[in-house]
């Protein structure tokens, strides 16, 4: 038998308010600039990534060591194939001063496992002076939370001293210690969101180049990230141009590449054009794989840009930037979960660093975006949960059909786990491959519409058919 084993597993049918944060931009503002924000059409490519040529774009991009093959016809994984630490601030959100945590909300907040949240999220910090109050309610939020904290500065008619000055009353004064620090929210919008129709690239990287070098001159110890422009694609033709037709990245990275120490990007992949259509189903299920061509197309820009390796921050994400709501396929949805939990896999697996969801609260009136609502959860909050389990040390795994993202991590104590993600409606039964020594199956858990997140009631382990997934769900199994 080698030391492959084959584990096939059994079905599984049963298988204080406080600030937080709005929109990317405000609503209003986001419609206006809609077909300045988005390609006309999603690239085809991006609804075609298998699994298995992710695999050959991060072998390209990242891993200097050969990847396995994904055999045919079976969910992979390889234990022994290491890809290094999982980033503990992948599971971030935005928040901001609009947006309430409830006595509640807290305690599910609090349960969730964010490990950062971004602070102001959207445009509010480029239209508001961020105040010494603001900060102190927001890091006491984030403390209960026990999440990071990320602070955003205003850039459109801000200053640097001003934001030096915040540094140094958190930092040095308050002693509270945030490491990260963004400069502006999307100023590749600035010129059509923002009555600034000469605003471009050139002068924006100037400006945040004074503010970072005010604000580390305070504080040498932060990281400060930048350009957090908005709806960056998978190659040169889907990415923000400025009214002279330079690309924003590129340029940002000619100029900062030396100074920024986190890149960061916005995407929100529908509408996909000017309105407020929503997703389908059809359309969000194919959505998730954009990222790996995203992530890819970025890293290998800022190799050749800048000669090194410089982290990835998603610091704006979710599946629209209008204020949809009600939809089967809208961020309110129980279908969104299910996008979320493979994009968040995909993310982890392209090594990206910081990842803030849009966003941890929104009422109703102003979209659906939020992990809450006024006082309960949305169905994307428990993919939190799910992946508060995942353990640290990513391993290799992988399917080599598109339907089905199959995730895998290592903690200290040896315990594998495993999550697999069915995009589709039909459910799907497979082998669970697993390299190496034989393990246990000792924990299950299982989220689908009728019950969330839940552990279902299962047999012990007896090796039949194959492992199926019931259609859109995501299961969490864990081998010792």
């Not at 194919?286 to 800048?306: C, F, H, K, N």
Request: charged fraction near 20%; include cysteine.
């Amino acid at each position: 038998m080698a030391n492959i084993r084959r584990l096939i597993i059994t079905r599984f049918l049963v298988l204080t308010p406080l600030f937080l944060l709005l929109a990317a931009c405000s609503v209003t503002q986001k419609e206006q600039a809609a077909s300045d924000r988005l390609p006309a059409d999603p690239d085809p490519l991006l609804t075609t990534v298998p699994t298995r040529a992710a695999t050959e774009l991060l072998q390209s991009t990242l891993t200097p060591k050969p990847l396995p093959e994904i055999p045919e016809g079976v969910f992979y994984v390889d234990p022994d194939f290491g890809l290094g630490k999982i980033s503990p601030f992948v599971y971030g959100v935005n928040h901001g001063p609009w947006a309430v945590i409830t006595n509640q909300t807290l305690p599910l907040a609090q349960e969730a496992g964010i490990s950062m949240i971004r602070f102001p999220g959207g445009e509010w910090g480029d239209n508001y002076d961020l105040q010494p109050h603001h900060i102190d309610q927001f890091v006491s939020l984030a403390e209960q939370m026990g999440s990071a904290v990320s602070i955003n500065v205003r850039l459109l008619n801000g200053t640097p001293e001003k934001a030096a000055e915040l540094v140094r009353y958190a930092n040095l004064e308050m002693g509270y210690g945030i490491m990260y620090w963004g400069i502006g929210n999307e100023p590749s919008l600035y010129a059509t969101g923002r009555g600034d129709p000469d605003y471009g690239v050139a002068q924006f990287n100037q400006e945040w180049r004074l503010f970072a070098l005010a604000m580390k001159e305070v504080d040498d110890t932060i990281l400060v990230s930048g350009p957090a422009i908005h709806q960056f694609g998978s190659d040169f033709d889907s990415t923000p141009k400025d009214p002279f037709g330079v690309d924003w990245m590129q340029e940002f990275l000619l100029a900062n590449g030396d100074l920024v120490d986190l890149v960061t990007i916005h995407r929100y992949p529908f509408p996909s054009t000017s309105g407020d259509r929503t997703a389908t189903i059809e359309e969000l299920s194919g959505a998730s794989q954009e990222w790996d061509a995203i992530i890819p197309y970025l890293r290998s820009m800022i190799r050749e840009v800048t000669g090194r390796d410089i982290p990835i921050g998603v610091t704006e994400v979710n599946s629209h930037w209008s204020n949809a709501v009600g939809g089967e396929a809208t961020p309110d949805s129980f279908y969104n979960a299910i996008w979320w939990a493979d994009v968040l896999g995909r993310m982890i697996f392209n090594r990206v660093e910081v990842v803030n969801y849009f966003s941890l609260q929104s009422q109703v009136s102003i979209g659906g975006f939020g992990l809450f609502a006024r006082t309960e959860p949305r169905p994307t909050y428990y993919v939190y949960q799910l992946y508060r389990q995942f353990g640290d040390d990513l391993v290799f795994a992988g399917s080599d059909d598109p339907r089905v993202g199959v995730y895998a991590a290592m903690n200290d104590d040896d315990l594998l786990s495993v999550i697999l993600v069915n995009l589709s409606p039909e459910e799907i039964t497979m082998p669970l491959l697993i390299e190496g020594d034989a393990r246990s199956l000792v924990e299950v858990w299982q989220l689908d519409e009728a019950n969330y997140l839940y552990q279902p009631d299962i047999d012990p382990f007896i090796p039949q058919e194959g492992l199926t997934l019931p259609g859109q769900a995501v299961l969490l199994l864990k081998f010792e």
